[in-house]
């Protein structure tokens, strides 16, 4: 039981440090320029999206 929870909490700490690492890139990326952040902003949901679709085929 114990084991599941570990497992639990660290896939929820997983998606929290995806979120606020990739939050942190687009925010410095609209930090140097406009046209940068909205370019890295596209970036992280074309790779967002990615994830989304093949990592649940892969467990």
Do not use: E, N, R
């Not at 890139?25 to 890295?40: D, E, H, R, S």
Request: charged share 10%; net charge neutral.
């Amino acid at each position: 039981m114990i084991d599941q929870l570990v497992k639990w909490i660290w896939k929820f700490l997983d998606v929290i440090f995806y979120v606020l690492g990739l939050g942190s890139v687009v925010y410095g990326a609209f930090l140097i320029g406009k046209i940068v952040g909205y370019l890295a902003l596209g970036g992280v949901m074309l790779l967002t999206g990615w994830f989304i679709d093949h990592l649940p085929a892969q467990s």
